[in-house]
């Protein structure tokens, strides 16, 4: 969910059920921020058995709190792809937005789609444009989980670039 949504842990760990959306998209409150889900992940999400949970969470062990335990995950990461070198959760993130630029989606639609508020849409531009992008977010996130669908797979698509591995 990490790699396929580029939101930090502590927002994927905190989603609630009453914060998934009807037309796919996740609001994230604290933000605010919405995070138009690509359909792999909407069935990522679909798969969790739900545990009671008074607050909702969708990510939960106990019903009792948020999903925890990221450096357990990440050892079982680690052991899974054959212990290869030094990385952190946070470059998952990293790697999404690589992936987003490497596929050709504008930098804009990128920085929205990570929740940034510089760069493109800093200073008087962020002022003036308002503007979301949804449609665009959705497009690029349904297009970088067909690209991580086809590493798994064993088939990487191409980016604007040629293979994201070389």
Known sequence: MLLLTGCRRTELAGMRRDE?????????PSSPHVVALPALARAII??????????????????????GGWSMI??????????????????????FVTGL?????????????????SGLRGGIAGVYNKSELLPERRAALERWAAHVEGLVAGKPTKGRRGSFLG
């Open 101 to 117: 630029a490497d596929l050709g989606i504008r930098p804009d639609v990128i920085e929205l789609a990570v929740n940034h508020r």
């Open 20 to 28: 998934l959306d009807d037309d796919g998209t996740f609001v994230i």
């Open 74 to 95: 990440k050892n079982r990461l680690d052991a899974a792809m054959g212990n290869p070198t030094a990385w952190r959760l946070h470059d998952l993130r990293r790697t």
């Open 46 to 67: 679909a798969s969790v058995n739900p545990v009671a949970s008074p607050v909702g969470w969708v990510f939960t062990n106990s019903g009792k709190s948020p999903v």
